[in-house]
């Protein structure tokens, strides 16, 4: 097909703004789907994007229309809202020439849909700007323009208005992507070049690769070659999206769609790589993505440690549909046997979780979630630490490195107190505040991403009454105050309960934590103590009693050097129990500490 028929583009826009919905009525105006087939969000089809009403992987679909007599092809990138699927956003613009920025007619410009716009302009795509939800009796459209203006530069004469739901509007908004949205610059007779931009892997096909054509042409058939991954494969199949895989005999310069090459895993389609000829001279390789950084980790452990092989093979199967997430296995004297998983963030992690237990049926135990750390030893060393057993000991450590990352907040004016009170509490570092509107505030702070992943969504959505949104992007790694927090039974170190915590808050986390700890573990023979040190230096104690038992009940009377015989006797006993004697911390236990929550005000950490 000729490249100046062909138009590219994503929908881009703040969680629940109708990006899905809007592609539902694109698809039925455009007939790509027929009435019958026709259901809400078409795109999403993992069944947790349905259930959660979120989109989680980015989806490519290709429409026919026509406009002024004459045929063209709309290629429709759908992309995920939320800040811990921006890799996905990123990958999908790279394969577009525009992007449909949707806002909310009532929501207004929010956090996601600012880091979206921006993410598009530096890629210099060229934006259409639509207000969704315009029929709504509470709608207030000119106020949103103004913000849309304020925040983003765009002209308020730009701005389409369209229903998503009802499908007012949306005619247009395709008229709109034809005109303003520049074709595709490829040469169609040049060397084969395309970009490999996602890959799912299917159980009777194997992988299935997703690419966007730059330049030449690629047919069924022929030979070709993945440049980064060095490997070479024929063409089995190739075709669109329509939305279901539909074959085509050849792909040209500007087009999107799939090749099927007989790839048997995963591992071998390396997503950012260059396609080109397997003979002959091959095209320059394109710019690819930066790979995805996991931010967040935390252990998984089977509930029952007979499933250890069970939760390995899928989490295997997994992370073959989801290359973001990685995983190693780990030991824990409380738990067991299980994986330390790194994610993108902590909506990411909720998703593993439940496609785990909702997918492969296994009851899941989640340790508290930390983030990666940098330390510097003493001797020169780098060390990146993602899990807290893994820090050195404090007498070390030159210096501790903690990510900090740029948070915006949007949200209703009234409760910008309440939000730099929450900041300044978590030691933020104040960068702006920018007036959207005469209601609506972005506020902008720099936070360890440690106080953000924890539980700041929470206490946004508590604070601000659900009206405030965030956004946050990391920024780099600073030194911090940072100490690993032990805890300690019987003077044993249990490795699954250390964290790593500001300085500042660790007595008031290590005393949560014991005393929950205090409530959970049944009394032994022998006294028990419970203490949580930095180091060698013990910052909290409680103890737990020795069972008694009345060893002289049975002496009436009589010579109390019997008597004493008995208590000393008892004495050595308890003393040899006390040496060799195991404290044994049921799960249980282990469980309430990690769903302390914000014990005793600030600290604790949070599990589902």
């Known amino acids: 097909m000729d490249p100046k028929y062909i138009r590219n583009f994503s929908i881009i826009a703040h969680i629940d703004h109708g990006k899905s919905t809007l592609a539902d009525r ?11 087939e026709m259901k809400e969000q078409v795109l999403d089809d993992m069944d947790l994007e349905r259930q959660r009403g979120i989109t989680i992987k980015a989806r490519a679909v290709s ?23 921006q890799y996905e956003v990123s990958r999908s613009l790279a394969c577009c020439e525009g992007a449909v920025l949707l806002v909310d007619a009532f929501q207004g410009v929010e956090a996601q849909t ?64 034809i005109e303003r949205v520049p074709a595709p610059a490829g040469d169609p007779n040049a060397t084969l070049q395309a970009m490999v931009f996602d890959s799912i892997y299917d159980e ?89 950084k996991r931010m967040v980790f935390c252990g998984l452990y089977p509930s029952d440690g007979q499933d250890f092989e069970q939760l390995r093979e899928a989490l295997g199967k997994l992370q073959i549909n989801d290359p973001s997430f990685d995983f190693e296995p780990e030991t824990s004297d409380a738990l067991g046997f ?39 030893t003493k001797s020169g060393e780098e060390l990146e630490v993602h899990t807290p057993q893994r820090v050195p000991d404090q007498g070390d450590i030159e210096e501790f490195r903690q990510p900090i990352v740029r948070v915006n907040f949007v949200l209703p004016t009234d409760y910008i107190g309440g939000i730099m009170k929450l900041c300044s509490d978590r030691r933020g570092e104040y960068v702006r505040t920018e007036y959207l509107s005469s209601t609506r505030a972005m506020l902008t702070y720099d936070l360890a991403l440690a106080d953000v992943v924890y539980d700041m969504h929470d206490r946004l959505k508590s604070i601000t009454r659900g009206y405030g949104t965030m956004d946050y992007e990391l920024i780099g790694y600073r030194p911090g105050e940072l100490v690993r927090l032990d805890i300690l039974v019987k003077n044993e170190r249990v490795d699954a309960l250390s964290i790593v915590c500001d300085k500042r808050d660790a007595e008031v986390r290590g005393r949560a934590v014991i005393k929950k700890l205090k409530q959970e573990i049944p009394r032994h023979m022998f006294e028990v103590p419970l203490q949580a040190a930095i ?21 009436y009377g009589g010579d109390i050097s019997r008597k004493r015989k008995l208590w000393e006797k008892q004495k050595e006993g308890k003393k040899r129990m006390k040496s060799i004697g195991q404290v044994d911390i049921p799960q249980k236990a282990f469980l309430a500490v990690l769903e302390t929550g914000e014990t005793e005000g600030k600290g604790g950490v949070k599990s589902r």
Do not use: W
């Not at 983003?152 to 908004?173: F, H, N, Q, W, Y």
């Not at 690769?209 to 490997?231: D, P």
């Open 535 to 555: 180091g060698t230096r013990v910052i909290a104690r409680e103890t737990i009693s020795a069972m008694s038992k009345n060893v002289t009940a049975k002496c």
């Open 204 to 292: 009777f096909r194997g992988a299935v690769t997703y690419l966007r054509i730059m330049n030449g042409t690629v047919k069924k058939g022929q030979k070709i070659k993945f440049i980064q991954a060095g490997t070479t494969h024929d063409v089995i199949e190739l075709g669109q999206f329509a939305p279901k895989r539909v074959p085509r005999t050849q792909l040209s310069a500007g087009q999107v769609g799939y090749l099927i090459c007989n790839i048997k895993s995963l591992g071998q389609v390396q997503i950012g790589d260059t396609i080109t000829v397997a003979t002959g001279e091959p095209a320059t390789a394109l710019p690819g993505y930066q790979q995805p």
């Open 114 to 177: 600012v880091a979206n716009a921006y993410a598009a302009m530096e890629q210099e795509l060229t934006i259409v700007p639509v207000m969704n939800k315009v029929d709504l009796n509470h709608a207030r459209p000119d106020e949103v323009k103004q913000e849309m203006e304020q925040t983003l530069a765009i002209d308020p004469d730009d701005v389409l208005g369209c229903s998503a739901k009802t499908g007012m509007g949306c005619r247009e908004v395709i008229e709109a992507v």
């Open 26 to 36: 694109l698809l039925e105006i455009t007939d790509t789907i027929s009435k019958r």
């Open 338 to 376: 299980g994986f330390r998983c790194g994610f993108l963030g902590l909506l990411h992690m909720e998703i593993v979780q439940q496609r785990l237990e909702g997918e492969s049926d296994i009851d899941l135990v989640q340790t508290a979630p930390n983030v990666t750390y940098e330390v510097t």
């Open 63 to 85: 429409m026919k229309t026509k406009y002024k007599g004459k045929d063209y092809e709309l290629n429709l990138i759908d992309t995920p809202g939320h800040v811990d699927f």
